[in-house]
């Protein structure tokens, strides 16, 4: 429970740092990322699941809860409009997967341009 309170915190002072049009939350832990998916639908953040994509594409909500192995296939699920929409990725759970992440996103994928990496 703790490192979803440390995560949903993060977020919480990153949205109130930052000007967020879309971005993912990156969390391999089911459990970990079912409790931050609930502690955030709680305080009301517009975020959803792979299981509701069409929510998020159709900007009904802002961020999408991912598993680190569904950042790495993204053109698989997300036209590449919204792909060019996202500006924010949280990373949950930093190891030495995601170490290296960022520069394979950038290299892999046409983010928005002042794409900001948020490890938490």
Same mark, same amino acid.
């Given at each position: 429970m703790l490192k979803a309170v440390s995560a949903k915190t993060a977020i #919480?002072?990153?949205y109130g740092n930052l000007s967020i049009c879309k971005s993912l939350v990156v969390c391999h832990d089911d459990n970990l990322k079912m409790r931050l998916f609930d502690a955030l639908k709680a305080d009301d953040y517009p975020i959803s699941l792979l299981a509701n994509l069409n929510c998020f594409e159709n900007n009904n909500s802002r961020m999408l809860?991912?598993?680190?192995? #569904?950042i790495h296939n993204l053109h698989s699920f997300l036209l590449k409009k919204t792909i060019s929409e996202i500006n924010v990725i949280f990373i949950v759970e930093g190891d030495l997967r995601s170490k290296n992440l960022s520069d394979t996103l950038l290299s892999k994928y046409d983010f928005k341009e002042d794409l900001t990496i948020v490890h938490v």
């Open positions: #919480d002072k990153a809860l991912i598993d680190f192995v #569904d």
